[in-house]
């Protein structure tokens, strides 16, 4: 059982940054960002394979920058230019298996508060 810990949400002002961390118990092939916002369905922000290839939701292309450091089992997401519709609470989720398919961990998530 992969355990996940997010970390790093908050309230900021548009405009500025935030970098959430989610620490894994082991290693995963896959790890990703998802986030809902309050009446919203969950949305995918970015995801990262074993390779490191990135992908990224349009709405954060340019502006979240996913990184992993697989000495530590952690996951990035450093968030620049942010949005008053970036606020959400933002989900840590990982799979054992390669990127593509459900993702079976999920994080409690780390609460993002964007005011304009």
């Known amino acids: 059982q992969v355990q996940l810990t997010e970390s790093g949400g908050g309230s900021v002002q548009a405009g500025g940054s935030l970098r959430l961390s989610c620490a894994a118990s082991?290693?995963?092939?896959?790890m990703g960002w998802f986030r809902q916002a309050p009446g919203k369905e969950r949305e995918e922000v970015a995801l990262?394979?074993?390779?490191?290839?990135?992908t990224y939701a349009d709405s954060v292309q340019g502006r979240f920058t996913a990184s992993k450091d697989t000495a530590v089992n952690t996951l990035y997401l450093q968030m620049d230019a942010l949005k008053p519709e970036d606020t959400a609470m933002y989900y840590c989720?990982?799979?054992?298996?390669?990127?593509?398919?459900?993702?079976?961990?999920w994080g409690k998530g780390t609460l993002v508060n964007i005011s304009s």
């Open positions: 989720a990982a799979s054992t298996y390669w990127c593509g398919g459900d993702m079976a961990y």
């Open positions: 082991e290693y995963t092939l896959c």
């Open positions: 990262i394979n074993a390779y490191g290839v990135t």
